[in-house]
């Protein structure tokens, strides 16, 4: 993903405080492109902020949809960059060497389709989580 989102203007456009820590945090997301976890981020920070800290700006990041959670095939929580530039798109697990693929991104109708599954129900979020052995690993 190329960086197409500026940290200061997602901050602003979610009516956050603008601190060191949130911008420093937002940068190594954007700049990283990929699915990472509060621990590979607190390694890119160079362990300059403490793992709590991390959490705490990263569930506000969540509360705000600046970033989402994807899910993964164990209790390591991993999350994205959630803008225009990087749209709801299923992930490949691979059970064996466990690396998390990008898939293409959902097209419009069919996230409408299946919203509209839901019903009556507010859909707040989508995960489309595909598991098994890749490519690589076959």
Do not use: W
Request: hydrophobic residues 35%.
């Amino acid at each position: 993903m190329n960086k197409c989102c500026d940290a200061k203007t997602l901050l602003k456009q979610n009516n956050l405080k603008i601190t060191k820590r949130r911008i420093l945090l937002l940068e190594k997301i954007i700049d990283s492109g990929k699915c990472f976890s509060a621990i590979s981020l607190q390694e890119k920070v160079e362990n300059n902020m403490d793992l709590a800290t991390i959490y705490r700006i990263l569930t506000l990041f969540l509360k705000n949809k600046i970033i989402r959670e994807i899910l993964s095939n164990d209790t390591t929580r991993f999350y994205e960059l959630s803008c225009v530039h990087n749209p709801v798109h299923p992930h490949f697990f691979c059970r064996k060497c466990s690396r998390t693929i990008h898939l293409n991104a959902v097209e419009d109708d069919y996230i409408s389709q299946i919203e509209k599954m839901a019903g009556d129900n507010i859909v707040e979020d989508i995960n489309i989580h595909l598991a098994g052995i890749c490519s690589q690993c076959k």
